[in-house]
């Protein structure tokens, strides 16, 4: 067995867990429906609804979840007396959502939250090439999410990436709920849901159409 074979189980475990078929239509991931190809969403759920984590590529779960071993290396940080650094990891959320008459659900998992009750602080982590001058509007849009579902104000964006020599660059954006970018994000998943049960594929937004011909 491959390194590139145990990190893609290991990746397949941590992005899914113990569910038998975490790809489902009618409960949808806030960090798919942030991509800006509605064909790229469409293809994923098409494909992968109803399949065994294990049915699901090894290319496919290390491209969706290959940042999970720098997430699980963020998570794990400890203060200089040795405690954890974070309050809780990995938390749950979800918002219920109608689309004529019939109820979905956006379900995800804030990567980091710290602090106390009203003080709480939503971070999300992205492992990137290169660290950006401002946060990307798909990740915004991400991490508002699980501020509406915690009923928590503030979050930060934590960026980690590569400087020009190969040196870890490391940079914190914050950001406050914004009820437009939830009605957005919301919008996103009554659209794919209703794309997908009409069975109706979306003209892929991209310039060079590639989600017409590839899966994700």
Not at 55 to 75: C, K, N, T, W, Y
Not at 129 to 150: D, E, G, M, S
Request: proline letters at 5%.
């Amino acid at each position: 067995m491959t390194i590139q074979k145990l990190l893609a189980d290991y990746c397949r475990k941590k992005y899914f867990g113990e569910n038998n078929q975490p790809v489902k239509i009618g409960i949808y991931r806030p960090s798919v429906l942030a991509w800006s190809c509605t064909r790229k969403q469409f293809n994923y759920y098409r494909f992968f609804d109803g399949k065994k984590p294990e049915e699901i590529p090894d290319d496919i779960v290390l491209l969706l979840a290959g940042g999970v071993v720098f997430h699980r290396l963020i998570q794990s940080l400890k203060d200089r007396e040795g405690k954890n650094f974070w309050d809780r990891v990995e938390v749950e959320c979800s918002i219920d959502v109608d689309v004529a008459g019939e109820k979905i659900k956006i379900i995800g998992h804030a990567d980091a939250i710290r602090g106390k009750g009203v003080d709480e602080e939503v971070w999300e982590f992205k492992h990137v090439r290169t660290v950006p001058p401002n946060p990307h509007f798909a990740h915004k849009l991400q991490l508002n999410f699980y501020l509406a579902a915690l009923k928590r104000v503030k979050g930060v964006l934590l960026y980690a990436g590569y400087d020009l020599d190969g040196g870890l660059k490391l940079k914190e954006f914050p950001h406050f709920y914004s009820d437009w970018y939830l009605e957005h994000l919301i919008q996103r998943a009554q659209m794919l849901h209703t794309f997908l049960v009409m069975d109706t594929p979306p003209r892929c937004s991209c310039r060079d159409k590639k989600h017409e011909n590839l899966i994700i």
